[in-house]
Nanobody
């Protein structure tokens, strides 16, 4: 069964940068929806950014101009580049992919989450 594997979180100082990646653990047919979300302690999960297969992006106001969502279509890998990180960006970040499986079924999966901590 395909799972989403995230990587790239960690501890960074305010003003620093991190990059996250997310990829399926096995073969898939194609992706139709992509997004990054985050959940801070005691808060609900919130949308960070989405990317369509045609390249259109949507960002939450609190990350506009600082974060960039992108993908490597050939590798079915989704990325989130985070610049100018601030302590309020501290959260567990989750990727979400909607895709067609090799059995021609729709799947909507979440990554396991990766911790991003911004602190001096």
């Amino acid at each position: 069964q395909v799972q989403l594997v995230e990587s790239g979180g960690g501890l960074v100082q305010p003003g620093g940068s991190l990059s996250l990646s997310c990829a399926p653990s096995g073969s898939i047919l194609s992706i139709y929806a992509m997004g990054w979300y985050r959940q801070a302690p005691g808060k609900q999960r919130e949308l960070v950014a989405t990317l369509t297969t045609t390249g259109s992006t949507n960002y939450a106001d609190f990350v506009k101009g600082r974060f960039t969502i992108s993908r490597d279509a050939a590798m079915n890998t989704l990325y989130l580049r985070m610049n100018s990180l601030q302590p309020e960006d501290t959260a567990v970040y989750y990727c979400n992919l909607g895709f067609w499986t090799t059995s021609l079924r729709k799947a909507d999966l979440w990554g396991q989450g990766t911790q991003v901590t911004v602190s001096s």
